[in-house]
């Protein structure tokens, strides 16, 4: 029996899916589409496939081709008895709280059991909450089959995918676009707009005063080049040094070659991604391999010494996987260099949420309903007649971009990728930080380190020992910029009949 506090906990595991806006127009309006015609009607609609072989997708198809359809049947609804009146989302919430042995079980009732019970979010869930969060799993080409070897060794798991039976007649917007997330390749015109500013070989002080100081992203060509990374770092080199040592993915612990071996083959719509901040302590290798380039060189944070908070990652994930929107932690700036791959990034300035988007008031959650294939799939689109157009721009290998502090962002690994990252605070965005450690819900808020609470009191107080005057120095070049922002334009005076300044006169 489940109770009632952990079904709850399940329900919100699994992210919810905003009703669908737009499924491909020639896939919704073609009925009986087989997986290889929605292939070729997907290509067709300037939507296709990635290359691979796609995932099973049992016939399920968009609830658009029932409209057309001959049969008067949705076998989505026939099998599923009473419940068939719940929505697609709750009949699988109610399947997640069963057990693997109940819903292998359950999907042997009818073919909509069927295919709803091998919908493979719940098969993944399953995998995780059961596997010991510092042993990880090894994946075997779907979550269904793993969760099948790590239960019984001896089963040959290698059939289960190639079994996945088509059920005529069954329409579910909601699964179907599950399936397409999973499978569907950036479109070029997703990608093709860049209008980042790219900078090489500019100084530390450019930087700052075209970049820094005004809170704008650039994408800086070139500062990567000493790096050895570059030229050592790919998955063999790393499976080598490193391939036992376990890396945080996700909920998980795991193997850096069960990793790959995961990645390799996953083909789901929110792969899972590695994401370590331990990386440099775990394999100190990792950490002499790069060096931070100059432009980022002031990390006040420092100071705090072990107390600070997390500040770098090592970021590995495949074609798919990605950061869905976000505002960086503790109103830090950041840069981002891609080591191997390529990242397609869109950024909002801190006064324009991005669609789809709905922080809580106090900024403390975010909910993005729907994955990054998804928004691109709803929401892109309709920022292209907004009138402060979101930075893009596709960032390669050996480029670095630097992420300014509140900027929103979300990023999508357009192949297999190797970045590092680095959170930071210098004297440009110092006032931002302790104004946020200040806040009232700091213990909400800030992140990274244990002691939320105490974090501002302990940082204001190392930087007062370690750079005596360095905040009333950056106080009062913020009351300077203030002041000069709000002085009005001489065009702003000479219009301005009560400003006693001078007029023209006709
Ligand atoms: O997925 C990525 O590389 C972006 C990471 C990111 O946005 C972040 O660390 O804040």
């Known amino acids: 029996m489940v109770g009632c506090r952990s079904l709850l906990k399940q329900i919100r595991k699994r992210k919810r899916r905003k009703p669908h806006k737009r499924i491909p127009k020639n896939l919704k309006q073609n009925p009986h589409l087989t997986e290889e015609q929605q292939q070729d009607f997907a290509t067709e609609d300037g939507f296709s496939l990635k290359g691979s072989s796609p995932s099973q997708n049992y016939g399920v198809q968009p609830l658009g081709n029932f409209y057309l359809s001959?049969?008067?049947h949705n076998s989505r609804n026939t099998g599923l008895g009473n419940i068939q009146t719940l929505t697609d989302e709750l009949v699988l919430d109610i399947l997640g709280f069963l057990r693997g042995t109940d819903l292998g079980i359950l999907s042997t009732v009818s073919k909509s059991f069927y295919v709803f019970c091998n919908h493979e979010p719940l098969w993944r869930n399953l995998v995780l909450d059961n596997c010991e969060i510092d042993n990880g799993f090894l994946f075997k080409g779907s979550w269904k089959s793993t969760f099948v070897a790590a239960h019984n060794s001896s089963f040959d798991?290698?059939?289960?995918?190639?079994?996945?039976?088509?059920?005529?007649?069954?329409?579910?917007?909601?699964?179907?676009?599950?399936?397409?997330?999973?499978?569907?390749?950036?479109?070029?015109?997703?990608?093709?707009?860049?209008?980042?500013?790219?900078?090489?070989?500019?100084?530390?002080?450019?930087?700052?005063?075209?970049?820094?100081?005004?809170?704008?992203?650039?994408?800086?060509?070139?500062?990567?080049?000493?790096?050895?990374?570059?030229?050592?770092?790919?998955?063999?080199?790393?499976?080598?040094?490193?391939?036992?040592?376990?890396?945080?993915?996700?909920?998980?612990?795991?193997?850096?070659?069960?990793?790959?071996?995961y990645s390799n083959q996953a083909q789901e719509e929110r792969p899972l991604y590695l994401f370590d901040p331990k990386f440099a302590?775990?394999?100190?290798?990792?950490?002499?391999?790069?060096?931070?380039?100059?432009?980022?060189?002031?990390?006040?944070?420092?100071?705090?010494?072990?107390?600070?908070?997390?500040?770098?990652?090592?970021?590995?994930?495949?074609?798919?996987?990605?950061?869905?929107?976000?505002?960086?932690?503790?109103?830090?700036?950041?840069?981002?260099?891609?080591?191997?791959?390529?990242?397609?990034?869109?950024?909002?300035?801190?006064?324009?949420?991005?669609?789809?988007?709905?922080?809580?008031?106090?900024?403390?959650?975010?909910?993005?309903?729907?994955?990054?294939?998804?928004?691109f799939m709803n929401f892109y689109e309709s920022t292209k007649t907004w009138k402060k157009k979101p930075v893009e721009c596709v960032c390669k290998a050996g480029e670095v971009i630097f992420v300014p502090n509140g900027w929103w962002h979300l990023v999508i690994n357009l192949e297999d990728s190797i970045a590092i990252t680095q959170n930071f605070v210098s004297r440009r965005n110092l006032l931002n930080v302790l104004d946020f450690l200040k806040k009232p819900n700091a213990s909400t808020l800030v992140s990274g380190t244990r002691d939320r609470v105490n974090l501002y009191d302990k940082f204001k107080k190392a930087i007062e020992l370690g750079f005596p005057g360095m905040i009333d120095e950056v106080v009062v070049k913020d009351q300077e910029r203030k002041a000069e922002l709000a002085k009005p334009s001489f065009w702003d005076s000479v219009k301005d009949s009560h400003s006693g300044a001078f007029k023209f006169s006709f």
């Open 70 to 72: 001959l049969s008067p």
């Open 157 to 261: 798991v290698s059939k289960i995918g190639s079994l996945g039976f088509k059920v005529k007649d069954f329409y579910s917007d909601y699964l179907f676009q599950s399936w397409l997330c999973a499978n569907l390749e950036m479109k070029n015109e997703w990608l093709n707009r860049d209008n980042i500013i790219r900078r090489k070989g500019i100084s530390l002080d450019e930087f700052v005063s075209n970049f820094e100081e005004p809170n704008k992203p650039v994408l800086l060509e070139g500062c990567l080049d000493n790096w050895p990374a570059i030229k050592k770092w790919d998955k063999d080199y790393l499976v080598k040094i490193c391939g036992d040592t376990r890396f945080s993915v996700g909920p998980v612990h795991m193997k850096l070659e069960d990793y790959f071996t």
């Open 281 to 375: 302590n775990k394999v100190p290798k990792l950490g002499q391999d790069y060096e931070t380039p100059i432009y980022f060189s002031e990390d006040l944070f420092s100071v705090l010494g072990d107390e600070r908070p997390d500040y770098r990652w090592i970021i590995i994930g495949p074609a798919g996987s990605g950061s869905s929107f976000h505002i960086d932690p503790n109103s830090t700036s950041a840069w981002n260099a891609v080591v191997k791959g390529s990242k397609k990034w869109v950024l909002f300035p801190p006064d324009v949420v991005p669609p789809g988007v709905h922080p809580s008031s106090d900024g403390a959650e975010v909910a993005c309903p729907v994955s990054i294939t998804e928004w």
